[in-house]
């Protein structure tokens, strides 16, 4: 596991990289001639981060809700239909959408979000 996730952090480096070379070509296309002061690096940068900050939450949420479609376990013991819904929620780097696993119980007439429970409890 350690090899593999060596694996992954060194190409997660490598990309960055090449994101960094790209976001840099695009910042002295949109500045042009001009030497720009400070912030004007700093803060398109900050927001690059925090845009794909955004992207791993989203894409991470998206994958726990797709492992968590097979999980239907709850306290009544009867089957319930799983499905996979979306909202909004404000992270600190501003609204991400974000899907989660919601199971329908028809005996309870409820809906639970199973990532929310432990163990099937």
Do not use: W
């Amino acid at each position: 596991m350690d090899a593999k996730k060596s694996s992954l952090e060194k190409k997660l480096q490598d990309l960055l990289k090449q994101v960094s070379t790209v976001a840099t070509q695009i910042q002295a296309i949109a500045q042009g001639d001009q030497t720009p002061h400070f912030d004007q690096i700093e803060l398109p940068a900050h927001d690059l981060g925090k845009q794909f900050s955004r992207m791993v939450q989203s894409e991470r949420a998206r994958e726990l809700a797709a492992t968590n479609l097979n999980d239907a376990t709850r306290t009544c013991g009867r089957k319930r239909q799983m499905a996979t819904s979306t909202r909004k929620v404000n992270s600190m780097d501003s609204p991400v959408e974000l899907t989660e696993t919601v199971a329908k119980c028809r005996s309870c007439r409820r809906s639970f979000f199973p990532s929310a429970y432990q163990n099937g409890t």
